[in-house]
Every structure is written in structure tokens, then in C-alpha cells.
């Protein structure tokens, strides 16, 4: 037992002395390694310099790992140089696109500087066209839409500065364009209202002309006349419509209630009168058939019959009268109301 052990002792501290000579064989191995590479990029090299003339010879001393430094420093800012080169034409390019958009802006800029010129141009005569029509209505607000509180004076445009907090002028003036549009809301909705109140006035008075679609034209008018049957002068009571047709359809010119559908075989033929309010008549003759009766209430526009030759007639025309009362009036004039209306309100 006790040979046992000491055959295993003595088999460790060979095994221990094997260990440490290969250890130190191998690190030996390693220095000299290391210490050949070392001389090896240490050892000199003599590059010599000879000019063609007869000056001194220059002598450069390098080493292999000065040489290798060199050529790391070399690679080394020459992929810096790369690198701030690409870099400088990414950003040369990021510039030169944010300089095309700024372009662009600055284009739109002026466009809309323009825009706003122009509108605050077309804003003038607006100004001065609802002036004109509020003052031609009668309406007591027509000095309301420039008042300098409501930021509505528009002749105050031409004078504006810059404003201190470096707001565009353009962005001032719009400002002072929307306080002027608001301000003038109010009269524009009186302006509707009255419209509308003398849009109502104009439906219950005979106001269009009687064929429908406005054709046809005056063939005989309201007055002092030469009659066509006797050739004696005579007072003609209403006025001749012709289309040189019978059928085209004739219209109430107001609203109101058919008071009468006649035939007068000697005189008008068939004839409708009509009662409108404010003590207006209408009457329409030589019908060639009739669409209404007595106590029908009809609207402007309405077709109450067709242009014929019945009566007492020359050719397919209508008759038309118009009586205030026990009084005949020239038609003609109140089928100009609209139109002298609309050039009033121009």
C-alpha cells in the first residue's frame, strides 16, 4: 500500500515537470516569436534620394513599422476623406432640395400676394357697389358698412404699415377684409328682405308679359289708333301681342281670381278678365281656348289660355288690357317694372 503511493507521488511530479518545461518551451517559442517579428519591423532601411544635379544626396532612414504607420495613417484619411466627402454631397443635395422648396414657397408667397391685391381690389368696388345699391334702396345703414370700429373701412388698406410683430401686411389686410365682409352682412340680408317684400309687390300687380316665354311683340299699341276694319281713329284700350301664330300659351301677369269667361262673338271673342289686388283688371282677348273659370284663383306665370282669332280679329293675336278701378291704363308701362327696377338697383 505504501509503495502504491509513492509510485503515484512520484508519476504526479513528473507529469507537474513535463507541464512546466512544455510551458516554458512554449513561452520561450512565443518571445522569440515576437522578438523576430520585433526586429523584423524594426530593423532600418536606407532610401536614397539622388537628385540629377550635383547636390547632396538625401538618406531616408525608415523602419518596417514606421512604413506600416504610414500606410495606416495614409488608409486612414483616405476613408475620412471619403467619408466627409460623401457626407458633403448628402448634405449638398439636402440643401439643394430645401432650397428648391424654399423657392417654391417663396413663388407661392408671391403668388398669393398677388391673390390678396386683387381681392382686396375686387373688395373696393364691392364696397362701392353696395353703397351705390344701399343708397339707391333708401336703406338708413348704408354709412354702417365703414365704420372704422367694425374693421370694415377699405380705404384704410392703402395705409397700412408693417406691423410691429412682424405680421406679412397681406395677413393685416385679410383681416381687415373679413371685419368689412362681416360688417356687411347685415345690410345685404336687408337688401334680401326688401327684395323679397317687392318681389311679393310685383307678384300682385300685372307685371310680365302675358305670352308665355316672353316672345312675341307689340303688333298694335295702347291708344289713339287707326282702326283696321273702319280706318276711322279711334282709342284702342289695350295693346296687340303677335307670334304670328295661334296656340302659344298666354299667362296671368298677377296673381289673382278669374272673375269673368266670356265669348263676345262681335268684339273680343274668348276673353278672360281677371282681379288682382290694389284694384287692378286684366283682360285677355281673342283666345283660341280657355283654361280657367270664373272664381278660379290663378298665380303669375299661370296659363290661363291660347293665342287665337276669336271675335272680332285681323290674325292670331291677344288683346290685353289692364284697368285700375273704372280706369284703362297703358299696359306697356307696367310690363317695364321689373326691368326699370333691376336698372335702378344697377
Not at 476623406?81 to 432640395?97: E, I, M, P, Q, V
Not at 300659351?249 to 274668348?270: E, M, Y
Request: charged share 20%; hydrophobic share 40%.
Amino acid at each position: 500500500m505504501v509503495a502504491s503511493v509513492h509510485e503515484y507521488k512520484k508519476l504526479e511530479n513528473n507529469m507537474v515537470h513535463e507541464v512546466s518545461n512544455f510551458t516554458i518551451l512554449i513561452a520561450g517559442g512565443v518571445a522569440v516569436f515576437f522578438k523576430a517579428i520585433y526586429k523584423a519591423l524594426t530593423r532600418q532601411y536606407t532610401i536614397v534620394l539622388v537628385p540629377h544635379s550635383e547636390k547632396n544626396v538625401w538618406n531616408l532612414h525608415v523602419t518596417i513599422l514606421s512604413f506600416l504607420c504610414f500606410i495606416l495613417v495614409l488608409a486612414g484619411t483616405q476613408v475620412a476623406l471619403f467619408w466627409y466627402g460623401a457626407s458633403y454631397n448628402k448634405t449638398g443635395k439636402t440643401f439643394t432640395a430645401k432650397d428648391s422648396r424654399l423657392r417654391e414657397t417663396q413663388a407661392s408667397l408671391d403668388q398669393l400676394r398677388d391673390e390678396t391685391a386683387h381681392l382686396l381690389r375686387e373688395a373696393k368696388g364691392f364696397e362701392t357697389a353696395l353703397s351705390s345699391t344701399l343708397s339707391a334702396l333708401g336703406s338708413d345703414i348704408a354709412g354702417n358698412t365703414a365704420n372704422p370700429a367694425a374693421g370694415g373701412d377699405l380705404s384704410s388698406f392703402f395705409d397700412i404699415k408693417e406691423t410691429p410683430e412682424g405680421i406679412l401686411q397681406e395677413v393685416n389686410d385679410i383681416r381687415r377684409l373679413a371685419g368689412y365682409l362681416s360688417s356687411a352682412v347685415e345690410p345685404v340680408k336687408e337688401i334680401g328682405a326688401l327684395l323679397n317684400s317687392q318681389s311679393a309687390l310685383l307678384t300682385e300687380i300685372p307685371s310680365i308679359w302675358p305670352i308665355k316665354g316672353g316672345i312675341g311683340h307689340i303688333s298694335f299699341f295702347f291708344g289713339q289708333n287707326e282702326n283696321p276694319f273702319t280706318g276711322q281713329y279711334y282709342i284702342h284700350k289695350g295693346i296687340d301681342l303677335s307670334t304670328y301664330r295661334q296656340g302659344d300659351p298666354i299667362v296671368a301677369t298677377a296673381d289673382g281670381q278669374v272673375v269673368t269667361v266670356d265669348f263676345d262673338v262681335g268684339g273680343f271673342g274668348n276673353y278672360v278678365i281677371i282681379k288682382h289686388k290694389h284694384g287692378f283688371y286684366t283682360r285677355y282677348a281673342h283666345l283660341l281656348t280657355i283654361r280657367v273659370k270664373t272664381g278660379q284663383r290663378v298665380q303669375q306665370g299661370e296659363v290661363i289660355g291660347y293665342i287665337g282669332n276669336t271675335g272680332l280679329s285681323t290674325g292670331p293675336h291677344l288683346h290685353y288690357e289692364v284697368h285700375i278701378g273704372s280706369d284703362v291704363v297703358d299696359p306697356y308701362k307696367y310690363l317695364n317694372i321689373r326691368s326699370s327696377l333691376a336698372r335702378t338697383i344697377r
